[in-house]
């Protein structure tokens, strides 16, 4: 059983950065993929960024990719989502989620544990 509590987010001016972390509990977390999910109303819950369980691999939709930097904390249970350039499409809640699929997967079927969710707005 995996805990997720995301924070950080919070209301910004496009182009400025937000760093969201996710801090887990239980004993299993390196053991997980993890993935950031964002979602808006009346849309689809999507794929953001995910990470393996030793941080050696790394993926990034195409929206975000050089904008966003994720990165993990085996030690500290904790991911993090560095989100810089940010831009008003970028305005969703963001989720933090755990996978135990050995295959990476961006769907979010794959996933088994997740966070309430923090609010990300980006004013133009």
């Known amino acids: 059983q995996v805990q997720l509590v995301e924070s950080g987010g919070g209301l910004v001016q496009a182009g400025t950065s937000l760093r969201l972390s996710c801090a887990a509990s239980?004993?299993?977390?390196?053991?997980?993929?993890m993935g950031w999910f964002r979602q808006v109303p009346g849309k689809e819950r999507e794929f953001v960024s995910g990470?393996?369980?030793?941080?050696?691999?790394?993926y990034y939709a195409d929206a975000v990719k050089g904008r966003f930097t994720i990165s993990r904390d085996n030690a500290e249970n904790k991911v993090y989502l560095q989100m810089n350039s940010l831009k008003p499409e970028d305005t969703a809640v963001y989720y933090c989620?755990?996978?135990?699929?050995?295959?990476?997967?961006?769907?979010?079927?794959?996933?088994?544990?997740w966070g309430q969710g923090t609010q990300v707005t980006v004013s133009s």
């Open positions: 989620a755990a996978s135990i699929v050995v295959t990476f997967s961006t769907n979010p079927n794959a996933y088994i544990y």
């Open positions: 239980g004993r299993s977390f390196r053991s997980y993929t």
């Open positions: 990470i393996r369980d030793s941080g050696g691999s790394t």
